[in-house]
Nanobody
C-alpha cells in the first residue's frame, strides 16, 4: 500500500518562510515524478510545483514561481517544498502527490497517489 505523509505545515507571519516535507511509503520514488498542490477554502485544488525523476522542476508561474522551490531526496523517498515570502493568500491545505510516470506533471489527473494534506496558515 502506497502512502504519502506530509509534514511541516503551521502558522507563519506574512513574509516568512516554511518548508514542507512529504515521505512516500510503499514505493520507491526514484523513477516517478512528484508534485505539490494546494487547496484553499472554497477554491479548486491548484498546482504549485512538479519535479521529474531526474530532478528537473517546473512551477505555477502565478502562484509559486520565484518564491517556492521543490526538491527531492530519492535516498529518503522524500519530496520537499520550500516556501519564501509567504502571503496571506498562500493560506491553504498543501498536498504532495506521486506521479503515474517519471515525467513532470501539472494536472491532478496525472498523479496516482496523494497525501492527506498539511495546513499552512499565513497570518499576523
Amino acid at each position: 500500500q502506497v502512502q504519502l505523509v506530509e509534514s511541516g505545515g503551521g502558522l507563519v507571519q506574512p513574509g516568512g518562510s516554511l518548508s514542507l516535507s512529504c515521505v512516500v511509503f510503499g514505493r520507491e520514488v526514484h523513477w516517478y515524478g512528484l508534485g505539490w498542490f494546494r487547496q484553499a477554502p472554497g477554491k479548486e485544488r491548484e498546482f504549485l510545483a512538479t519535479i521529474d525523476y531526474n530532478g528537473r522542476s517546473s512551477y505555477n508561474t502565478g502562484s509559486a514561481q520565484g518564491r517556492f522551490v521543490i526538491s527531492r531526496d530519492n535516498a529518503k523517498n522524500t519530496v520537499h517544498l520550500h516556501m519564501n515570502s509567504l502571503k496571506p493568500e498562500d493560506t491553504a491545505i498543501y498536498y504532495c502527490a506521486l506521479g503515474k510516470t517519471e515525467a513532470q506533471a501539472t494536472t491532478a489527473r496525472e498523479y496516482e497517489y496523494w497525501g492527506q494534506g498539511t495546513q499552512v496558515t499565513v497570518s499576523s
